[in-house]
């Protein structure tokens, strides 16, 4: 029953992702700027940008998933978990939270 509905969406985040990890930093960005997207930030921070778009419109484009209906608020709260871990570090690595700063949007004036 492979490539069925979420099987499929799925795989084409794969590949996606994959694509994605394969570029480089220039083409990173005019893949943003092409879509509308912000194009500042570091490479990883664009590399996961344009990775949550295309999850984003993968999940969202029916694929048999029935979406709600959008909801809106005034601000919203970005936190970001930075952990000890590095590429080494062994697959039962205790990982520790060492900062959680945390960013209030206001959406209004995203």
Do not use: R, S
């Given at each position: 029953a492979g490539g069925r509905g979420g099987d499929g969406v799925l795989r084409e985040l794969s590949l996606a992702n994959g694509q994605i990890n394969r570029m480089n930093k220039e083409e990173v960005r005019q893949k943003l700027q092409e879509l509308h997207l912000e194009t500042r930030g570091v490479k990883e921070v664009l590399k996961k940008r344009l990775k949550s778009y295309y999850k984003k419109q993968k999940l969202s484009s029916g694929a048999g998933v029935k979406s709600l209906p959008p909801e809106r608020y005034d601000f919203l709260l970005v936190i970001d978990f930075e952990a000890t871990c590095m590429e080494e570090?062994?697959?039962?690595?205790?990982?520790?939270?060492?900062?959680?700063?945390?960013?209030?949007?206001?959406?209004?004036?995203?």
């Open positions: 570090n062994p697959p039962d690595f205790q990982h520790e939270i060492i900062e959680f700063p945390i960013l209030l949007v206001n959406t209004e004036t995203l």
